[in-house]
């Protein structure tokens, strides 16, 4: 692994750091080091003044492999690259900055560095509205040297950060790692300073991001992908909640679009079906691998695995028993309900402290000479493997009858997963039964990439899109019966744009397993699904992923529909539409206006305007003010009397009356009045 060639630093060149466009992107970048007496420490955090010192301890413990998922080799150097996931502090925990930031980071600070307090109070400003959750991706060096005790040193650069942009993280870790490990703590500022130069991300789209006198094009995940912070909704299109599938298969639908599905899980590819549905209901998962870039690309895998879907379960792609939830987790007993998650672990301990999970599923390859046995790779002849020989669908298939397969079927699933205790499997453990068939004709379209790693590469992203198509496939057809709960509505012709649209279809759990049992699941679902279909939307209905994307999914489309009514309003002939109208939907009318104008007023003064505000504004008064010039005398000075709705009249331009139409004599009312 080696830094990109055209990345070089020249402190001339190097721009300056602005800390709250570098808080779009990363939190921070820390540098940990494994200490023989003291464990993990925090050498570096740039900028400093960012974690409390609990997360410090959390973010230190989650950036080391096990000792158990170790290389044993006797190499001068191994490089990792793996990412984990943690719950936030409250953020009134900020102000208790770690002492090994603001001591050993600030001593460090570069003369021409910005500010500490100012980097600090940036911080402390972003964290108010910060993400449940951070992110940490970290470049792991091992490095043995007989020379030092117990023969080497670890060290780990970690990027933190509030969002899941693998595709902008690994990649720069590729270059800072390297980078850092050549020249040091000057790699950190430099990198930094890069960073607080790119644009703000924008979900959805390809952003190219320059390091140096290179660039990283990258797509970002879609904003339907993403988590909504602090009940605030991402911008996001109607599109995306449309069930039909994309033409351009690199642009992601939805999170670690660029995971690596059939590496990862090229030796349980036919439980790839199990676990999509486990992932759609909200079943507890545990994923136990030998190293941490294997459990967190599992990990991935699977929360990529249900898009366009928004994936509400709490996933950890590498979990330590260092992590607070632990406790709680290991606290469980047999009966007891596990919280939905999925928790990536390299650490067999998770095997007796978490017996009790309900799916286990056991993925990837230990090295060669590492202590645990890959016995799942044996082939016939007994010897040791590093892949699979084929991957056609009779290779693939653990259905064939034979007395052995049977046998050893049998012996997995009565001891358990346990059983890797002693020895490294490929299988899944669940008593879970799947209504989804796997596909067959998917299977038999991956190609068998042999042995050499430049063709095996390039094999694995074709295979990748086939993997990847079918499952954004199988999801969006599965999600499609929903469509009509998110479907907006226009102005019919001729109808007043002025009122509030209808509302959308309303929604009840019991009638729309009723309608669906009578219409089908679509023929898409039926070739794949066996007839005990409609219990998988029921549990879909009861799992943490439902309520929260149909929530999004209907408040994007209300606020689809409230802009196609703006625009309706922007288009709309006022003296024309009067024409037509009886007085009292003239009345009426003046009052919508009214209550239309006031909105964009209260909009603009909190800053929640659209761009296109001032010019709605201008044509809501026109309006107002036409319908106003056809009210009897009466009336008008009746409005005039209110101090709000004569500031509204005020300045508004002046309509032509109707033509042909006298004045509406719409009369007033009192409790005198004979009728």
């Not at 998770?350 to 645990?372: E, I, Q, W, Y």
Request: with cysteine; hydrophobic share 35%.
């Amino acid at each position: 692994m080696s830094r990109s060639p055209s990345f070089s630093v020249k402190s001339g060149n190097s721009p300056k750091l602005d800390p709250e466009s570098l808080q779009q992107w990363v939190v921070a970048f820390c540098i940990i080091r494994f200490d023989l007496e003291q464990g993990q420490l925090i050498e570096e955090c740039y900028p400093p003044g960012c974690l409390t010192q609990d997360e410090e301890l959390e973010i230190a413990f989650s950036s080391f492999p096990d000792s158990v998922s170790q290389h044993q080799n006797r190499s001068s150097i191994h490089d990792s690259v793996f990412f984990f996931r943690i719950q936030r502090r409250e953020s009134s925990q900020i102000d208790n900055v770690s002492s090994t930031e603001m001591t050993k980071s600030d001593k460090k600070l570069d003369p021409k560095s910005p500010d500490v307090n100012v980097l600090k109070r940036s911080k402390i400003n972003n964290n108010s509205n910060a993400s449940r959750y951070m992110y940490g991706y970290v470049f792991n060096r091992q490095r043995h040297d007989e020379r030092l005790k117990r023969g080497g040193e670890q060290k780990s650069l970690v990027i933190l950060t509030h969002s899941p942009y693998s595709s902008v993280f690994r990649p720069l870790l590729q270059i800072m790692g390297p980078l850092y490990f050549d020249i040091g703590r000057k790699a950190l500022e430099h990198i930094a300073a890069y960073v607080s130069m790119w644009p703000a991300p924008v979900p959805g789209k390809l952003m190219e991001l320059p390091i140096g006198n290179a660039a990283l094009k990258v797509n970002l995940p879609p904003a339907h992908s993403l988590p909504s912070e602090n009940g605030m909704l991402l911008k996001e299109s109607a599109s995306s909640m449309a069930p039909f599938l994309p033409n351009n298969q690199s642009v992601p639908q939805g999170l670690f679009h660029d995971s690596d599905l059939f590496g990862i899980f090229r030796g349980v590819l036919l439980q790839l079906w199990v676990m999509w549905e486990l992932l759609l209901i909200g079943e507890p998962l545990l994923v136990i691998a030998p190293t941490p870039p294997q459990c967190s690309e599992a990990v991935a895998g699977l929360v990529s695995l249900v898009a366009p879907l928004l994936c509400s379960v709490d996933f950890r792609p590498y979990f330590t028993i260092h992590d607070p939830k632990f406790a709680h987790l290991n606290s469980l007993r047999e009966g007891d309900t596990f919280p939905p998650m999925i928790l990536g672990v390299t650490n067999l301990f998770f095997l007796k402290s978490l017996r009790n999970m309900p799916h286990v599923v056991s993925v990837g390859s230990p090295a060669p000479n590492t202590n645990r046995l890959a016995l799942a790779s044996r082939s016939s002849t007994g010897r040791l493997t590093g892949r699979a020989e084929g991957f056609g669908f009779q290779q693939l298939s653990l259905k064939k009858f034979s007395p052995s397969n049977l046998l050893n079927a049998m012996k997995l699933r009565r001891e358990g997963p346990l059983c890797l205790m002693t020895e490294h499997k490929e299988a899944i453990w669940s008593t879970y039964s799947a209504t989804t068939k796997p596909d067959t004709s998917i299977l038999n379209r991956l190609i068998d990439a042999g042995m050499s790693p430049r063709v095996e590469e390039s094999m694995s992203v074709v295979n990748n899109e086939i993997l990847r198509r079918h499952f954004l496939e199988l999801t969006t057809n599965f999600l499609a019966p929903f469509g009509p709960y998110f479907r907006t509505r226009t102005p019919s012709e001729g109808s007043s744009p002025f009122v509030d649209p209808p509302p959308l279809i309303p929604f009840n759990a019991d009638e729309f397993l009723g309608s669906l049992s009578e219409r089908g699941p679509g023929k898409f679902l039926s070739k794949r699904m066996r007839s005990n279909w409609l219990d998988l939307y029921r549990r879909f209905l009861q799992g943490p992923n439902f309520a929260p994307w149909f929530q999004r999914r209907r408040a994007v489309a209300e606020q689809e529909q409230h802009r196609l009514w703006r625009q309706a309003r922007m288009k709309t002939d006022i003296l024309h539409l009067m024409s037509k109208m009886s007085e009292l939907e003239i009345v009426d009318s003046f009052d919508c206006i009214e209550r239309h104008l006031l909105e964009e007023t209260v909009a603009q003064q909190s800053g929640r305007a659209s761009t296109d505000s001032t010019a709605t504004c201008q044509k809501l008064k026109g309006d107002l003010q036409a319908i106003f010039n056809v009210l009897p005398n009466d009336m008008q000075q009746l409005l005039l009397l209110n101090p709000q709705k004569a500031a509204l009249l005020k300045g508004a331009p002046d309509h032509t009356k109707l033509l042909g139409r006298p004045l509406v004599q719409v009369g007033v009312v009192s409790s005198t009045s004979p009728r």
